[in-house]
């Protein structure tokens, strides 16, 4: 065997050893995929209208038998002030943390896109009730409107904080109608300026965001998935369906393959490829 020919094999060969062993995701916090039977209740909390507003569902799936369908309908009464049909977790315990959210969105024949939008998945702060405080608006949120997605930022670095001290929107680019659209969010969640938000759609790093991105209360923020919409455009549509599977969300020491949806393969993206 040629002399160069061995020399190539001893570079390439733990190269391609490497592609064989799968990635085994750890720093875990939450991990929700809808196959469990009481999968629901996993959530802090439901905001819905109806029953069939937030369904498990075998209809449409990402991976397994089951994923979770949201609905709102025009005419649906309100819940808490606005239309909504969402899951709930609880709040951080501090509201500076670092996390890692993974998520796959499929955006249904009845999801039709329109002017006003709506949010599919945000982060609210805690509000400190002692000092006055009331909800407000999400700190973070992604939003879905005439078919593109858009990364909402909204911060208050008071100590008490009634409304945002600025707002930042980032558009995101196009999602894939009839089809599951793959995000991940890298939130290093901070008011002050050494803040981070990234976020990849479809394995591409499509923001970075470097800044304040929540509020300076005592708890940290809580995520809500699903859809919340305040207007729905004149003539376009009265009703949006959605589902979502494979729900993850990283401490810390995690990473975009920890979360990442789909399966736990992704040690060959560590490796090079020589051909």
Known sequence: MPYFFCL????????????????????ILFDCDFEELDCLTMWNNQEKAFKYSILKSDSITKTGKFSVRMELNKTAPTVTCYQRAELTLKPELQAKNERWYGLSVFFSKHYIPDNQGESILQWVGSPDFDLGENFRAATISCQSRNG????????????????????????????????????????????????????WKNKVLVATYKGP?????????????????????????????????????????????????????????YCISFF
């Open 8 to 27: 190539l094999l001893t570079f390439i060969a733990p190269a391609l050893s490497k592609t064989e062993e799968p990635y085994k995701r750890s720093h």
């Open 148 to 199: 593109n997605l858009y990364l909402i930022v909204q911060w208050a670095k008071g100590l008490v904080n009634i409304k945002s001290d600025g707002k930042k929107e980032i558009d995101l680019g196009a999602y894939t109608p009839n089809s599951w659209n793959d995000l991940v969010f890298h939130i290093k969640s901070t008011w002050e300026e050494d803040g981070l938000i990234e976020v």
């Open 213 to 269: 991105n929540c509020t300076n209360d005592k708890k940290g923020s809580y995520m809500k998935l699903g859809l919340w919409k305040d207007f729905w455009s004149l003539n376009i549509t009265s009703q949006k369906t959605i589902f979502y599977d494979e729900i993850r969300i990283g401490d810390d020491q995690a990473s975009y393959y920890d979360v990442a949806p789909g399966p736990p393969c992704a040690k060959s993206d």
